[in-house]
C-alpha cells in the first residue's frame, strides 16, 4: 500500500509562500489521486486541492482558490501544493492523502474517503 510523507512546512510571513512536497513510497504514485487537507487548532479538518491521477484538479477551498496550486511529478513520485499570498487564516497542519484502494484514482468528494494519509506538516504564517 501507498505510504505519503509531507514536508516543506514552516514558519512564513502574511504574503510569503511555501511549496509543500508529498512523496509516496510502498507504491507508485501515477494511479493515485491526492488531496491536501488542512486542519487548524479547534477546527475540524478540511480539504484543500486534490489532483487525480489523470492531472484533473478538485477545488475543497474557495479561500485558497487563486493562491494555492496543486501539481504532480509522477517520475519524482511527488504531488505539490504551491501556497503563495498566504494569511494568517491559511496556519494549520496539512496533510496529504490517498482515497481507498478501488476507487484510488479519482479526487474522492468526502474527507473520510481518503484512506492513506500522512504525518503532517505545520504551515505557520505570522509576522
Known amino acids: 500500500q501507498v505510504q505519503l510523507v509531507e514536508s516543506g512546512g514552516g514558519l512564513v510571513q502574511p504574503g510569503g509562500s511555501l511549496r509543500l512536497s508529498c512523496a509516496a513510497s510502498g507504491d507508485t504514485l501515477d494511479g493515485y489521486a491526492i488531496g491536501w487537507f488542512r486542519q487548524a487548532p479547534g477546527k475540524e479538518r478540511e480539504g484543500v486541492l486534490c489532483i487525480s491521477s489523470f492531472g484533473d484538479i478538485t477545488d475543497y477551498a474557495d479561500s485558497v482558490k487563486g493562491r494555492f496550486t496543486i501539481s504532480r511529478d509522477n517520475a519524482k513520485n511527488t504531488v505539490y501544493l504551491q501556497m503563495n499570498t498566504l494569511k494568517p487564516e491559511d496556519t494549520a497542519v496539512y496533510y496529504c492523502?490517498?482515497?481507498?484502494?478501488?476507487?484510488?484514482?479519482?479526487?474522492?468528494?468526502?474527507?473520510?474517503?481518503?484512506?492513506?494519509w500522512g504525518q503532517g506538516t505545520q504551515v505557520t504564517v505570522s509576522s
Open positions: 492523502a490517498a482515497p481507498a484502494l478501488g476507487v484510488e484514482a479519482v479526487c474522492a468528494p468526502w474527507i473520510y474517503e481518503y484512506d492513506y
